[in-house]
């Protein structure tokens, strides 16, 4: 009986391993969407209502029309901007400012400041839970999420979340997760009571960057600094599968159109991760040098990732230099 069983797995795990090489996700490189201006960027989101990209900057946020094709390379002055989330319908635009430790509501029009909130350090990520209608950032060096009320544009309260704040994500049933970068671990927070339900350890996940939560399983997707991807359950944080990626991944995405993740790379590889079954990759895309950070289209499945053309290294900082007017934004798709 024990060597019938295990042939039979043998056999099964061939099939699976041969299965999982003839899979294609179909994606490739489609189009390269030319924004210019200088310096390095940070995340990009989607409004899929204006079909607009914003791509915060650090110093600056710009902004591209998708319908129009026309770019903003300048939409909005910042200090230190991660992230410019769409809020209020796609009319303003949340920034951190990770300079400032505040965050600002902008029109997203004209990038006129409507209001500044106060928040703990260094301001990151965002995301907005849908149940409470609360947005939450990430303050990477202050160790806390901050709740954001949007319709008073005030500070509605703070979670100690007890080490870095790293990129986030939702369920869509009240609960919010968020990396600890420093204690490679991930928090689950409850939206409505603004308490800690539990902090999960992501063993052989360093540094923990994007994340993503699958419906599918009620599993989070965590791109690691040490080139892996890890599939945890979000309720007991028990690994599910540890995956290869690229150098420096910075961004985890989850399309339920395809029951697909993609986990983008600093060296421009695009890993894509099935979720039918045990998560596996299935296919990696070629995209381009610094391409790390990435946003959906949840419509049409489209990925759109920043990046810039680069010139010889800086002696001082170790790292390229990025060459003046060469930013862009690339699209995959099928």
């Known amino acids: 009986m024990i060597r019938l069983t295990s042939l039979a797995f043998a056999v099964l795990c061939g099939f699976y391993g041969n299965a999982s090489l003839a899979q294609s996700s179909g994606l490739k490189l489609t189009d390269a969407l030319k ?3 200088d310096g390095g960027w940070d995340y990009i989101s989607f409004d899929p ?5 914003y791509l915060a900057h650090g110093s600056f946020i710009s902004a591209v029309d998708l319908k129009t094709g026309l770019a903003s390379p300048h939409l909005a002055d910042a200090k230190g901007a991660h992230i410019a989330l769409p ?12 300079k400032a430790d505040s965050v600002t509501i902008n029109d997203a029009a004209t990038g006129a400041v409507k209001a500044e909130i106060r928040t ?10 849908p149940v409470t209608g609360l947005a939450f950032v ?8 901050d709740a954001i009320d949007l319709t008073t544009s005030t500070l509605a309260g703070r ?14 049933q009240g609960l919010v997760f968020t990396h600890l970068e420093d204690r490679n671990a991930f928090v689950t927070v409850d939206a409505r009571t603004l308490k800690i339900v539990a ?12 994340m993503a939560f699958v419906p599918n399983g009620r599993l989070i997707l965590s791109a690691c600094q040490n080139g892996i991807a890890r599939v945890s359950n979000a309720d007991t944080g028990a690994e599910v599968a540890t995956l290869p990626v690229g150098a420096g991944p910075d961004a985890a995405l989850y399309d339920a159109r395809t029951n697909q993740g993609y986990i ?3 060296d421009g590889k695009l890993t894509v991760i099935s979720f039918a079954g045990v998560p596996h990759v299935i296919d990696t895309v070629t995209t381009g040098s610094g391409a790390r950070t990435a946003t959906l289209d949840t419509a049409t499945g489209r990925i759109f990732l920043p990046t810039a053309e680069f010139g010889p290294e800086d002696p001082k900082t170790g790292k390229p230099n990025i060459l003046p007017g060469t930013f862009k934004v690339l699209v995959v798709s099928r």
């Open 49 to 53: 209502g204006r079909q607009t990209l």
């Open 120 to 129: 703990d350090a260094k301001p990151d990520a965002a995301i907005v839970e």
């Open 264 to 266: 983008p790379s600093r």
């Open 87 to 98: 809020v209020h319908g796609g009319l303003d635009l949340l920034i951190t400012q990770g």
């Open 159 to 172: 979670v100690d979340v007890g080490g870095a704040a790293e990129s986030g994500a939702v369920d869509g």
């Open 138 to 145: 990430m303050a990477n060096k202050g160790g806390a999420l």
């Open 199 to 210: 902090t999960h350890p992501l063993d052989d996940c360093e540094e923990p960057s994007g």
């Open 35 to 37: 924004i210019g201006g």
